[in-house]
């Protein structure tokens, strides 16, 4: 790992992050290290524990609670999100992926815990170029800051569905889903769930949807890469973008499951390290091998590969990272080395955030590594680079 910090170093004196943070565990032998700024508008260096906004790294979390609530069985794959939300029962389903959002059929099935694990469940999201994605945003949802997930996902449950639930891969508010279902079957709120679940035996103590007024000065600034001119400018480019979801600061009552947490380099390593075994450093049990090995496992039928995520304002992507991966309940899941170009190892897991943020689990090669930063559609060869040096050299 000798030459990560000089290539992370190029990235930042180029000018494409205002600072990285990085960990790699592999084998037990931890290389970690940092580059650039808080900000950079103040040049404030990178504080111990400094706090990112994870974006959709939340997601991983979401679906390790239900799937504790399956091993637990509080819930099933098979059941029917109207079980859990009623208010899902008549939902209705587009006549055709492109088809007016007044131009609707009943479902044949209703979406289940595993379609909304797998995002195959119908849903879509504000920022996709579909009629519900654009429904989403004309309606504001989830990007309030004042609303409760329970009010989100009443507003959600009278927008019809993209497509019939199972027969197509669209990345979506399912998770969020998942969190008002956490709150339902329980009878607590999702942050006292994530806390006794996740935070506090994972000691992911500087985790949450909230921050202490001392973990606010530690928050690093949020930026937007304009690839045009190669240089960062202000995060919130258009109202359609994700940059726009309004991500609280001080609202203790704010909740999500798709989006939301903060979270620190080390806190963030611990649930990954926690996904090689299902266990903490201390041998407690957080999932059991065989829900974590399916969990991590591709669970989409060749059909529905390889899955894309495309932002509305963009018709055809010039590469689809997601080529070489399948999905799993929750996961990327890596199952085709040579369209990874040789780097990585079948089995690896892991997911993203919007803001560059990225993890990777290796079983195989008993390998976890977290990067940190906060770019909107920053440059790619962050994460690649990062991932190529780390697999030149183990």
């Not at 508010?173 to 994530?194: M, N």
């Given at each position: 790992m000798q030459n990560l910090q000089k290539i992370i170093d190029q990235?930042?004196?180029?000018?494409?992050?205002?600072?990285?943070?990085?960990?790699?565990?592999?084998?037990?032998?931890?290389?970690?290290?940092?580059?650039?700024?808080?900000?950079?508008?103040?040049?404030?260096?990178?504080?111990?524990?400094?706090?990112?906004?994870?974006?959709?790294m939340t997601k991983p979390i979401i679906s390790i609670v239900i799937l504790q609530m399956i091993q637990e069985k509080k819930i099933k794959f098979e059941d029917e999100l109207s079980l859990f939300l009623p208010q899902f029962s008549n939902i209705k389903v587009l006549k055709n992926i492109k088809a007016n959002i007044e131009d609707v059929v009943n479902i044949k099935k209703q979406p289940t815990i595993k379609d909304l694990l797998m995002h195959t469940a119908g849903f879509s999201y504000n920022f996709l170029g579909d009629p519900i994605g654009e429904q989403y945003h004309r309606l504001g949802l989830f990007c309030s800051e004042n609303t409760s997930l329970e009010e989100e996902i009443n507003l959600l449950s009278k927008i019809?569905?993209?497509?019939?639930?199972?027969?197509?891969?669209?990345?979506?508010?399912?998770?969020?889903?998942?969190?008002?279902?956490?709150?339902?079957?329980?009878?607590?709120?999702?942050?006292?769930?994530?806390?006794?679940?996740?935070?506090d035996p994972l000691e992911m103590y500087n985790t949450g949807f909230s921050l202490s007024s001392s973990n606010k000065l530690n928050l690093m600034s949020s930026y937007h890469y304009d690839n045009v001119n190669n240089i960062l400018i202000e995060s919130n480019t258009h109202p359609r973008k994700i940059a726009n979801y309004d991500y609280p600061?001080?609202?203790?009552?704010?909740?999500?499951?798709?989006?939301?947490?903060?979270?620190?380099?080390?806190?963030?390593?611990?649930?990954?390290?926690?996904?090689?075994?299902?266990?903490?450093?201390?041998?407690?049990?957080?999932?059991?091998?065989?829900?974590?090995?399916?969990?991590?496992?591709?669970?989409?039928?060749?059909?529905?590969?390889?899955?894309?995520?495309?932002?509305?304002?963009?018709?055809?992507?010039?590469?689809?990272?997601?080529?070489?991966?399948?999905?799993?309940?929750?996961?990327?899941?890596?199952?085709?080395?040579?369209?990874?170009?040789?780097?990585?190892?079948?089995?690896?897991?892991?997911?993203?955030?919007?803001?560059?943020?990225?993890?990777?689990?290796?079983?195989?090669?008993?390998?976890?590594?977290?990067?940190?930063?906060?770019?909107?559609?920053?440059?790619?060869?962050?994460?690649?680079?990062?991932?190529?040096?780390i697999y030149s050299n183990i």
């Open positions: 990235h930042v004196n180029d000018g494409l992050y205002p600072g990285v943070e990085w960990k790699i565990n592999h084998k037990g032998k931890i290389f970690k290290g940092k580059s650039g700024c808080l900000s950079l508008e103040e040049k404030r260096p990178i504080a111990t524990n400094t706090i990112y906004r994870i974006w959709s019809p569905l993209l497509y019939e639930p199972s027969t197509n891969w669209v990345y979506s508010v399912s998770v969020d889903i998942l969190a008002r279902i956490i709150e339902v079957v329980s009878g607590f709120t999702l942050q006292d769930q994530l806390k006794k679940r996740i935070f600061i001080n609202n203790k009552n704010y909740s999500r499951g798709g989006i939301g947490l903060y979270s620190t380099l080390d806190d963030y390593s611990n649930f990954a390290e926690m996904l090689l075994t299902g266990k903490t450093i201390y041998g407690e049990t957080i999932l059991s091998s065989e829900l974590l090995k399916q969990a991590t496992t591709n669970q989409l039928s060749e059909f529905l590969l390889p899955f894309e995520i495309k932002n509305f304002d963009i018709e055809k992507l010039e590469e689809n990272v997601f080529e070489p991966y399948g999905w799993g309940l929750g996961f990327r899941v890596m199952i085709d080395i040579n369209k990874a170009n040789g780097i990585g190892s079948i089995g690896e897991f892991g997911w993203a955030g919007a803001a560059s943020t990225y993890f990777l689990v290796d079983p195989k090669n008993d390998l976890t590594a977290v990067l940190m930063t906060q770019v909107f559609e920053g440059s790619p060869t962050l994460s690649k680079d990062f991932v190529s040096n």
